[in-house]
């Protein structure tokens, strides 16, 4: 008897998607990209098909031009100093033997923990008139007021020198894997030719570490682009206080999605500037040889040199801010210290927790597909959810509000008219569209992680558990998970501090008296308030600095 042939059909059909790797992971991946990718697709259809607007004319005649001219200065100050200054704390303690090079190794990451908007806070309170700095200077010298010049911090020169010692840890922490990976077989070939440390450093281990530098300064300049708090108190107007002034100011969602495009117009020309600045060049070690040398001691004033040159990145991007922050708490305070900052603490620590477990298991989710399927399409999915973190969060803010704004609408006009009564806001005024926000934002971070975890078993171990019988989920949870435990640890406490110091998606998309400590923070010295800033300040820059020396030392083991 003949078969039918459309049940055989569908059922090769069926095989063939097995065997192309469109399983459940697969599709929950392609699902998950999706929605990554919403943030982006209602801004540019908001800019597309929205209503002409007029507040975009009145932007474009009045603060555009500053918009530009700041952001152009930021990005170009920022990528001169974090490279500088990570560079060569990176060199010295890679290549080099001097005192405080083994503590300077892993505390020079410390700044990473400090927001910046925190930084220009304690900064201002340091060097502002009534500050200790200039307070110092007058009762010393005898001066007064309009005898003497003292920069003003609340600058676009001083929010470069923030963004500076704050970022410089992404450049330092990629050039000093770049040094250590090539510190042997290449250099000793350039001893052998004649060449000192200081011309083996020019023109051997600087252009080989070109692209380790480079993505560095990218990253630190994406954080630039995508602060609000800092910029924002220092009266510097760029494009991220021109989206939340757009949006909630003047109320006009239109011109705020037209901003949010021209400044992720300012992040795809980093990335493409970036990529073009590799060029087709490939730096590949082939000897072997990629375990450090005994570092070059460092004696008399050059040792002492090298000290300070690594000690004033420190200082600056941690030591005193926590300190000011530190006395500010203990001499005054938060003078809602108690139940309120409880609250505050609690709110933080819930939204960080969550976004954090809910990353890292849509970042398992994805790793594993892509490690059971080796579908193009399943690439494609790791750069859609990679571009969250290169858009700011006040754009993915806006581009979230806008699609689950008209959601809530919809879900408001049917519930009334089957019962009767308008439930107002379901969606938007609840913590689901914020961790939403965050998540687009941050769970690239989870994936990269775990997917390094992940691509570090050999793929025998996978078969052996096939051949006895273990399936795809026995094997994940009896061989995968115990082997990447580590991994999703870190990717946990890296999504966990930046939820913590997130701000513009979260002054943007909080519900109504919900608070967190990084808002707390803000409103508190927006009112010139920084001394009772500082409880919440503080809290945020403790909690940062424990993940922050847990991946030193992950990334120290690593290199022994």
């Known amino acids: 008897m003949q078969l039918p042939t459309m049940p055989r059909r569908a059922g090769l059909h069926r095989a063939g998607l097995r065997r192309a790797g469109f399983s459940t992971l697969t599709w ?32 474009a005649s009045t603060v555009l031009g500053s918009y530009i001219r700041n952001t152009l200065v930021l990005c170009l100050g920022v990528t001169l100093g974090v490279i500088l200054v990570g560079v060569s704390t990176a060199w010295l303690v890679s290549m080099h033997e001097f005192p405080g090079r083994k503590l300077f190794e892993w505390a020079l990451v410390l ?71 090539r510190a042997n077989g290449i250099l000793e070939v350039g001893r052998s030719l004649g060449l000192g440390p200081w011309r083996s450093f020019l023109r051997i281990s600087l252009p080989l570490a070109r692209p ?6 990218t990253l630190a300049l994406m954080e630039t682009l995508a602060d609000y708090g800092a910029v924002s108190y220092f009266g510097v107007p760029t494009f991220t206080t021109g989206i939340y002034r757009a949006w909630f100011a003047l109320g006009d969602r239109v011109a705020a999605a037209q901003l949010s495009v021209a400044l992720l117009g300012f992040v795809v020309m980093i990335l493409m500037l970036e990529h073009y ?26 040792a002492i040199l090298a000290s300070l040159t690594c000690f004033l990145p420190l200082t600056l991007g941690f030591l005193l801010p ?29 939204l960080a927790a969550l976004t954090a477990a809910i ?16 579908q193009p399409l399943l690439r494609l999915v790791k750069r859609v ?36 009564h308008n439930p107002g806001l379901l969606l938007t005024g609840g913590i689901a569209a914020l961790i939403y926000a965050y998540l687009v934002r941050f769970l690239t971070l989870s994936l990269r ?52 110091k997130e701000l513009p998606a979260t002054l943007v998309m909080r519900p109504f008296n919900f608070d967190t400590l990084a808002t707390q923070a803000y409103i508190l010295a927006s009112d010139e308030r920084l001394t009772e800033a500082s409880t919440a300040s503080l809290t945020i820059v403790v909690v940062g600095v424990l993940p922050l020396i847990l991946l030193s030392w992950q990334i120290r083991r690593s290199k022994q």
């Open 212 to 217: 380790a530098i480079a993505t560095g300064a």
């Open 277 to 302: 600045s590799r060029g087709r060049a490939r730096f590949n070690n082939t000897t072997g040889r990629n375990r450090p040398q005994s570092g070059l001691r460092l004696r008399g004033w050059r």
């Open 385 to 420: 959810v990679g571009l969250g973190y290169a858009v700011p969060g006040s754009v993915i803010a806006v581009g979230v509000l806008i699609p689950v704004t008209r959601i809530d609408q919809w879900l408001a006009a049917a519930l009334t008219a089957l019962t009767g």
């Open 449 to 500: 992680t775990i997917d390094t975890s992940l691509a570090k078993i050999t793929p025998s171990m996978d078969d052996a558990a096939r051949s006895l019988g273990q399936t795809q989920g026995q094997t994940l949870r009896r061989i995968h998970l115990p082997l990447i435990s580590a991994g999703m640890l870190t990717a946990a406490l890296l999504v966990f501090v930046d939820v913590m």
């Open 111 to 181: 700044p990473m923990a400090v927001p910046a908007y925190v930084m220009a806070y304690t900064y201002t309170d340091v060097l502002q008139f009534v500050g200790p700095v200039q307070t110092w200077l007058r009762d010393g010298l005898g001066w007064q007021a309009g005898q003497y010049w003292f920069p003003d911090v609340r600058s676009l020169g001083g929010a470069v020198v923030v963004f500076v010692f704050v970022l410089y840890p992404y450049v330092y922490l990629l050039a000093r894997a770049a040094f250590l990976e």
């Open 322 to 350: 926590a300190g000011a922050l530190l006395n500010m708490t203990l001499r005054g305070g938060d003078a809602q210290f108690g139940l309120r900052f409880l609250e505050l603490a609690r709110n933080s620590f819930v």
């Open 28 to 59: 929950c991946a392609l699902v998950i990209a999706v929605l990554a990718a919403v943030p982006i697709l209602s801004i540019s259809a908001n800019l597309l098909f929205g209503d002409a607007s007029s507040t975009w004319s009145h932007l």
């Open 359 to 374: 990353a890292v298991l849509l970042g398992l989710l994805i790793a594993y597909a892509g490690r059971l399927s080796r």
